[in-house]
């Protein structure tokens, strides 16, 4: 009985230390604004470089986390992969481009 006590206690401590350390290192919370504004610039980037000639709509991927958006996907041409960053950073709150973007001619 004293060792299940113990035992108890043990692992009762254990799990108020883990508890603990969580508590002190809460996951990043953004507010509704900070989101808000991401889908904003996101919108604004799609649209500007859809605009662009040699890019399509169903081979580039746009995400925009904290201001900073990142191009992926597939564009005709050389040309149209620097339009299409050059696009994006002309977006109003974009802080930077990061891309990946592959030239596959058509």
Known sequence: M???RTAHLLLAAAAAVTL???AHNPPEQRSATEYTDDATINTQVQTAVLGVPGVHANDIQVDTYEGVVKLRGKVDTQKAAQNAIQAARQVAGVKKVDYDLDVVPR
């Open 2 to 4: 004293i060792r299940s």
């Open 20 to 22: 603990g350390a969580c």
